[in-house]
């Protein structure tokens, strides 16, 4: 997180509950020091509320990992007052001007990045998407959490030495890619089988058509042409695109191929 201070004196602003660190590097690169600034808080943080709106509503999770400010919870933040404490640096010189000189700065870096003002009181990003995905794990059925339990097993098992599912969870919500298959997709196959129209059902539809003659057998003149119709054009079709074939393993995919 690197914000710009006094004197085009590059800032890298980090929080963590109740101090700000901020290190700071001239534009010649020939000083670096850091500052410490202990920060109290005013006010009670609606962290429940901040993830249970986030829980409610996944754009808005997006757009938070994005470091995209969200007007409901500018206001929650706005309702907290921070008490400046006196600064520390490294520098260790007497009169020391680096704290003056890049509070500017690090009140824009703050003003303009929430999850950094969120770390900052008390809901840093990895405790913020624990609670988040925990809210949808707990509000999955019974039976649809130990499925997903069992997938998340599978997950394991298959991708052992590589990240684990969580956080390639929070991973692909930080990079907007939730919405990509995940590892399991290819071993989905999905077989159809056309019903003949010999064997479906037939309703009695002359109740509603009180003036058509012999509306039974129009009915099943219609159903047989309509059918006959489909299988005609089904034909014409290729396999894959119908449906009817399994997709290709993703190890003989071409190159080309693996990434749409």
Request: net charge negative; charged share 25%; aromatic share 4%.
């Amino acid at each position: 997180m690197k914000a710009q201070g006094k004197d085009r004196t590059e800032l890298i602003v980090e929080a963590e509950p109740g101090l700000i660190r901020a290190q700071g590097t001239t534009a010649e690169g020939r000083e670096e020091w850091t500052l410490g600034i202990p920060v109290t808080v005013d006010g009670a943080v609606p962290a429940g509320t901040i993830v249970e709106r986030l829980a409610d509503c996944p754009a808005d999770l997006y757009l938070l990992l994005q470091e995209s400010r969200l007007p409901w919870l500018d206001e929650l933040l706005g309702q907290t007052a921070l008490t400046w404490g006196e600064a520390v640096c490294s520098c260790g010189a007497d009169g020391c001007p680096h704290a003056s000189e890049s509070m500017p700065a690090i009140r824009q870096r703050l003003a303009d990045d929430p999850l950094l003002m969120l770390a900052l009181l008390g809901l840093p990003r990895e405790e913020l998407l624990g609670r988040v995905f925990g809210d949808w794990a707990d509000s999955l059925p019974p039976g649809n959490a130990k499925l997903a339990d069992s997938d998340l097993s599978s997950l394991e098992e298959k991708g052992k030495g590589g990240p684990s599912p969580g956080e390639w969870l929070a991973e692909a919500a930080q990079q907007g890619m939730l919405h990509e298959p995940g590892a399991p997709y290819r071993e989905v196959a999905v077989h159809l089988k056309a019903v003949p129209a010999k064997d479906m059902p037939e309703e009695d539809w002359s109740g509603l058509l009180p003036k058509v003659t012999a509306a039974r057998q129009v009915i099943r003149s219609i159903k047989t042409q309509t059918a006959a119709r489909a299988k005609e054009q089904l034909k014409r079709v290729p396999p894959a695109a119908a449906g009817l074939a399994p997709a290709p393993a993703a190890a003989s995919a071409p190159a080309s191929e693996k990434r749409t």
